[in-house]
């Protein structure tokens, strides 16, 4: 069935560095890719949305492309604050339901000033 | 942007009581779902629903059930919690007429069963 794996279970920062998270899917057909951030003591909510139409997605300074090649949608961001502490799930639509979502684990990030 | 609200936002149950979780969103979503939420596994789908009185279950729905008496409205029920339902759940809504698929999560159920 479709899968999501986020291999980093966190990552630690200092202000003003560069961001990197990994993603990688499994899936048999070319799904829409999501990237949703979930503040403390918040329900997710959507930070950026990519299909195989767009490629790539912009949302408040993060970046993520979808690359059919290699299965994967990082996302990445310049320059990180301590406001972006946060937990970030990959996730995409299943093959069998379109409505339905495959999350990954989420990745924790603290930054720190 | 969906508003969706849930209530209560804790609860303390004991071991083999009924649980009842409410949802309630107020933009016409078709779609609605439920999640829970523990530390490691990310979100894992328990029930959704497409349409009132209607539920389908998801990738967890045992010892779960799931009501939808009108389309503003879906609760997660727990016939007799389990210390391992312990959890924080979050209901979601979505929109199909879009194509979009994006999920509008509530802010979460806080349950703890002892």
């Known amino acids: 069935g479709d899968s999501v794996t986020q291999k980093q279970g966190q990552v630690t920062l200092s202000e003003d560095d560069f961001l990197f998270i990994n993603c990688t899917y499994s899936t048999t057909t070319y799904p829409t890719l999501f990237w949703y951030v979930q503040y403390p003591g918040q329900g997710p909510q959507l930070l950026l949305k990519?299909?195989?139409?767009?490629n790539k997605g912009i949302s408040r300074g993060f970046e993520a492309t979808y690359d059919k090649g290699t299965t994967s949608f990082h996302l990445q961001k310049a320059s990180v604050q301590e406001s972006d502490s946060a937990v970030y799930f990959c996730?995409?639509?299943?093959?069998?339901?379109?409505?339905?979502?495959?999350f990954g684990q989420g990745t924790i990030l603290k930054v720190y000033l | 942007e969906a508003a969706v609200t849930q209530s209560p936002r804790s609860k303390v149950a004991v071991t083999g009581g009924k649980v009842t979780l409410s949802c309630h969103q107020t933009?016409?979503?078709?779609?609605m779902y439920w999640y829970r939420q523990d530390t490691g596994h990310g979100l894992r789908l328990i029930h959704y629903s497409y349409v009132a009185d209607s539920t389908e279950k998801g990738d967890i729905p045992d010892g779960y059930k799931a009501s939808r008496p009108s389309q503003e409205n879906f609760s997660l029920i727990l016939e007799l919690a389990s210390l391992s339902q312990t959890a924080v759940y979050f209901c979601a809504s979505s929109d199909a007429r879009t194509g979009g698929y994006e999920q509008y999560f509530g802010p979460g159920t806080r349950l703890t069963v002892l």
């Open positions: 933009n016409n979503h078709d779609y």
């Open positions: 996730a995409l639509t299943q093959t069998s339901s379109g409505q339905k979502l495959v």
């Open positions: 990519v299909t195989t139409a767009n």
